[in-house]
């Protein structure tokens, strides 16, 4: 499988080829998203073109994925020009440990149905259409534009307003929309959606507000994956030692949506189908620490990896310790 990264060292940007223990470098093409645009304006593939610009030269990964590097990692993909160009959301609600976590967070009787548990239902009734029919619309989340990306290896903010913020191993798709206005699946990633769980659990109306919170993907970005069923494992680490772990799993069979009814209702608004536009849907989380009664501290790492994506995706917590501050709105009147 075809696994890309992309690398900066100062003004200078790279496309490379993930591999063990190294980094092939790909020419002509400095970003994914150049390298993804080619692909679809020439009517060609992502294989073709990186199997004609791949090179012979090659960086170690170790120093690089360890931040011991004058080049660092950055998104396996962007918008290069503009990051407000790059839309991150997300579906919920799509695996199965997921509505477990969420039913409890919101659950005030044991008789009540909880909205999150009928969301989850209509999933497994109508989310799976038979081909060439359209399913029942999953929950859906947006998060904000690409400046709230961050890199592997790069800090998750908890900010100062904030009532916590938690890990949400995930998978996501990354997608460009042609000059047609035809979106473009340009490959998958490990990522981490992160949120504010405890602002969520006081009012499920919440939730929208706790994911506006910055997010990760990658190191490295598949193509065309198996996404039948991807078993993974995500852990908090603590002053270096395990603190929490679980095994998990994602993919179709791991879910009450298929992928292509995901990736309809997300696409079926013209606003979500702009030329030129990043796409970054995380897919919905299995399992989460939250619900394990986890709260993350300032130092804590979050590492997510799955069978088949190519190394772990490591991000530090930084809890901000200064007290919240108003924002002052100046009228122009």
């Known amino acids: ?29 400095n970003t994914v998203y150049s390298l993804a645009w080619a692909a679809i304006t020439g009517n060609t593939t992502l294989t073709a073109l990186i199997e004609k610009h791949a090179t012979s030269e090659e960086l170690e990964y170790d120093p690089i994925y360890l931040g011991r590097s004058e080049w660092r990692l950055l998104a396996p993909m962007d918008h290069p020009d503009e990051p407000a160009r790059c839309l991150v959301s997300g579906t919920g609600l799509t695996h199965y440990g997921s509505a477990r976590n969420r039913d409890a967070m919101h659950q005030t009787k044991t008789e009540e149905i909880t909205d999150s548990m009928r969301m989850f239902r209509s999933g497994m009734e109508h989310g799976r259409p038979e081909p060439g029919r359209i399913g029942v619309a999953p929950e859906w989340i947006f998060k904000s534009v690409g400046t709230i990306v961050r890199a592997c290896g790069e800090p998750l903010t908890v900010p100062s307003f904030a009532g916590d913020g938690g890990e949400e191993a995930e998978l996501v798709g990354v997608y460009l929309i042609g000059p047609d206005g035809k979106p473009y699946r340009v490959g998958m990633a490990v990522g981490n959606e992160f949120a504010d769980h405890r602002f969520e659990k006081t009012n499920y109306l919440n939730l929208a507000g706790s994911k506006i919170r910055t997010c990760s993907f990658g190191p490295e970005l598949a193509i065309a994956p198996d996404f039948r069923s991807v078993p993974g494992l995500v852990r908090i680490e603590r002053s270096g030692k395990t603190l929490w772990s679980k095994e998990i799993c994602s993919g179709e069979s791991e879910m009450t949506h298929s992928l292509g009814n995901i990736e309809h209702h997300h696409f079926k608004f013209d606003s979500h189908r702009r030329p030129g536009d990043v796409h970054v849907h995380f897919f919905g989380a299995h399992s989460i620490s939250f619900g394990d009664n ?28 200064e007290p919240d501050v108003l924002v002052p709105v100046q009228g122009l009147a």
Do not use: S
């Open 294 to 321: 986890l709260q993350l501290a300032d130092g804590d790492v979050a590492e997510i990896r799955f069978e088949g994506f190519g190394r772990a995706l490591r991000n530090p917590i930084a809890v901000v310790k």
């Open 1 to 29: 499988m075809i696994r890309l990264v992309q690398i900066q060292k100062g003004p200078v940007r790279r496309v490379g080829l993930a591999g063990e223990p190294g980094i092939r470098l790909v020419d002509k093409f």
